[in-house]
């Protein structure tokens, strides 16, 4: 394996810039901490072109800026395996989305290899060659990083020309470049990299199991959680939990005492927390407390439950005849969600309306 040469300078970022222009495609990796911020910590951004391989310290004064042209532009491949948070990564560093993109599991799964395949199974299966994982679970912040380190960091991104190049041969024979092209556009929204904190409710799990005002007041603390979360750049969970989520929207005090005497609650939150929290969830308007939309987790009916499998039956009958794993077509959760009446799901857009979405929504008129 190459050296990789460890960029610092400004200076160096200029050089490394100028080398990644008209390149036909870019192997890219990042490694970054989350343990103790809301948003993630870049650490380490790994570059590969034919063979050469740069590891940038992003914990430099210095922004990456000077790397956004190459990382954009049009003409270049970016080959990244699991792209979302790398690209989450560097969009919350530069406000910037490296495009376009070609990400390697994407692609894996749409040839018929098991979704969500990890860097090092793909390199096995693909290229017959074996990665150490040594490094998992480093702390990219330390510097100086060992040779350990810096060779691991190195791997991920040695590779991935390669791996690109073989999927994209296959893709061909299979005609489904279109698919890997479709799906890998949609990492390239902003949206997915600043969410509106008004949504954050949807990442509460059992919030379709509560009453219709507790659920809205779930959502209204999930909403100020994020909010706050996002503004102090602390774990969400370091605000307070998700289960005081849905005590405070079962008991819906009134007054710092009430709110302090629930189970979930720290004795140690912040005063000033507590004010805003009560001050949210008590200033909120009533059409904000009245939620009569169910949302994805809740149960179905035994009726919706056949209908459930009858179209797991028939995504399984088609994945089968594409040689292709039945989540890759249509997730269950998305099962679930068409036979709940809900039509705003992946399987009935793009490539694969035509491949399943069609047969799905023949089942369900």
């Not at 679970?137 to 991935?160: E, F, G, H, I, N």
């Not at 409710?201 to 209204?220: E, N, T």
Request: charged share 25%; net charge neutral.
């Amino acid at each position: 394996m190459p050296d990789a040469i460890w960029v610092d300078q400004e200076s160096e970022l200029t050089a490394l810039a100028v080398a990644l222009e008209s390149q036909a495609w870019i192997g890219l990796d990042t490694e970054f901490l989350r343990e103790r911020t809301f948003f993630p910590k870049l650490c380490l951004l790994q570059l590969s072109v034919q063979g050469r391989i740069w590891c940038v310290d992003t914990l430099r004064g210095s922004g990456l800026e000077s790397l956004v042209p190459a990382l954009t532009q049009a003409a270049t491949r970016k080959v990244i395996h699991a792209a979302r948070q790398d690209l989450e990564a560097f969009y919350l560093t530069t406000k910037r989305v490296i495009s376009p993109v070609f990400d390697t599991q994407i692609a894996a799964a749409c040839v018929g290899l098991k979704p969500q395949i990890g860097y090092a199974e793909l390199v096995k299966t693909l290229l017959d060659v074996s990665l150490t994982k040594g490094q998992t679970r480093t702390d990219w912040s330390k510097r100086p990083l060992s040779r350990a380190q810096l060779d691991y960091a190195a791997d991920d991104v040695l590779y991935l020309g390669e791996i690109a190049s073989s999927l994209q041969s296959r893709l061909r024979e299979l005609g489904r470049e279109h698919w890997v092209l479709e799906d890998c556009l949609g990492l390239e929204d902003p949206k997915l990299y600043e969410p509106d904190p008004e949504q954050a409710g949807l990442r509460l799990r059992g919030l379709a199991q509560l009453a219709p005002a507790a659920r809205a007041r779930a959502k209204v603390v999930a909403a100020w959680r994020e909010q706050l979360a996002r503004g102090r750049d602390l774990p969400r969970s370091w605000i307070i939990s998700d289960a005081a989520i849905f005590e405070i929207a079962h008991a819906n005090p009134v007054t710092r005492e009430a709110l302090g005497a629930l189970p979930s609650i720290p004795p140690t939150l912040n005063s000033n927390f507590a004010a805003t929290l009560l001050e949210a969830l008590h200033g909120a308007s009533q059409a904000q407390l009245t939620d009569l939309e169910p949302g994805k987790d809740a149960r179905p009916t035994a009726e919706q439950k056949t209908l459930i499998e009858r179209l797991a039956k028939t995504v399984q009958q088609r994945a089968a005849e594409l040689k292709l794993s039945a989540e890759t077509l249509a997730p269950r959760g998305e099962l679930k969600a068409l036979a709940m009446g809900q039509r705003q799901v992946h399987s009935l857009s793009g490539w694969r309306r035509q491949e399943i979405g069609e047969l799905l929504l023949a089942q369900l008129d």
